[in-house]
């Protein structure tokens, strides 16, 4: 075993904003090089035109699922080291709602307008205004939402364990569900651009 | 193959306005650039064992910007105080302040050299520009919300929660998308 290689003390807490500068980086390009700098584009997906979100945001969740999977079989990876967060299934269902409708509104998603105002947008640099304002009314509510935000608390609850089902399967059905969600896409796509042409 | 259908694509728009502005090189293939994310991501892991985020360093801001103000308010608030730490170091002395300024370089150097660093207002052609900030304003306010109540965003959840399986953020994942195709709709002037 040797990673997470922070949590095996290769390095401090200041190297490790070092390391989130790098990686930051990294995510801001891939970000920006998908397209994801343009509200236009991000908002495609919700009409059918393009559905590159979808693509990019499973084709990396596939990527980095099979690489933990992976190093963490060959013993190279602690995963029970790995950050894992809590579930809280209604307020992140209700809070994953109220985002969806923010996307479209807004057109962007507080990574993506990071990345739209490095490259120019003016509406980017409002829409942060948004997210700031309203993550400050989220804090003034805070003593009457608490009890809200904190309920249905499932612990660190992995579909896994949800379902019953072995970490290897679960990992082949997302690999399995993400091809499938290509080749809708793709057929989507394909139709949209026809009923285009048409008009 | 899809290189080719996302040239095609571009191509009536980019030629439309081609006597106006700078020709923008086309986006990298939607599958390619999931590959170099999921990367990133698994770097992250790899190097940190934690996942990427956004939202977080806004809560940073937040926090920072209210305790400024009025520090036995913030102190007195468990959200705020969550984000000020034991009051040791600089609230945005914090992992994700320092991975979202490299968001904002990287995002740039990427612009750059395709050519699509400009400044303006993205909207559809059916919009005013106050009636597109008002909405900007709008959905960020609602995406503050909501990020906070699901306790991240779609790079903290959906991306990060996503690949280790978290139960809840795949919860969450589904529900954005669902949030999304239900307003669409109503927003269709904005964008389309």
């Not at chain 2, 809840?168 to 239900?182: E, R």
């Amino acid at each position: 075993m040797s990673a997470p290689f922070f949590k095996f003390g290769a390095f401090g807490d200041e190297a490790s904003l070092v390391v989130a500068f790098a990686i930051g980086i990294g995510f801001g390009f891939f970000l920006e090089r998908a397209g994801f700098g343009s509200a236009r584009k991000l908002t495609d997906q919700f009409y059918l035109k393009d559905l590159a979100v979808l693509k990019v945001m499973f084709t990396a969740i596939v990527t980095a699922m099979l690489g933990i999977f992976y190093l963490s079989w060959m013993g190279f990876m602690d995963l029970s080291l790995v950050y894992f967060g809590s579930t809280y299934l209604v307020p992140q269902i209700v809070g994953g709602l109220i985002l969806g409708v923010g996307f479209v509104v807004g057109g962007y998603c507080p990574g993506t307008s990071v990345v739209a105002l490095a490259t120019g947008k003016l509406d980017a640099l409002v829409f942060l205004a948004g997210v700031t304002v309203g993550i400050f009314g989220f804090g003034e509510a805070w003593p009457a939402i608490a009890g809200f935000v904190n309920s249905t608390d499932l612990g660190p609850l992995t579909l896994p364990q949800a379902f019953g089902l072995r970490y290897g399967l679960v990992v082949f059905l997302v690999v399995v569900a993400a091809l499938g969600a290509f080749k809708g896409a793709e057929a989507v796509e394909r139709r949209m651009a026809r009923r285009e042409g048409a008009v | 193959m899809a290189i080719l259908n996302e040239t095609a694509r571009l191509e009536p728009r980019s030629t439309a306005t081609a006597a106006a502005r700078r020709e923008a090189a086309p986006y990298m293939n939607p599958y390619l650039a999931g590959v170099g994310l999921g990367l990133v991501l698994l770097a992250a892991f790899v190097v940190m064992g934690r996942g990427l985020g956004a939202s977080g360093a806004f809560s940073s801001l937040v926090a920072w910007l209210v305790s400024a103000v009025a520090p036995a308010h913030a102190q007195a608030n468990e959200f705020y105080a969550d984000y000020l730490g034991s009051g040791v170091g600089h609230p945005l002395k914090d992992w994700l302040v320092f991975e979202v300024l490299g968001v904002l370089v990287g995002g740039f150097l990427s612009g750059l050299l395709a050519g699509r660093v400009q400044r303006g207002v993205e909207k559809g052609p059916r919009i005013s520009t106050r009636g597109r900030l008002t909405l900007a304003f709008t959905g960020g306010a609602l995406m503050g919300i909501g990020a906070k109540l699901a306790r991240g965003c779609t790079s903290g959840q959906a991306l990060s929660g996503g690949a280790v399986l978290s139960a809840g953020s795949w919860a969450f994942m589904l529900m954005v998308f669902a949030g999304g195709y239900a307003t669409a709709w109503f927003l269709r002037r904005q964008w389309q």
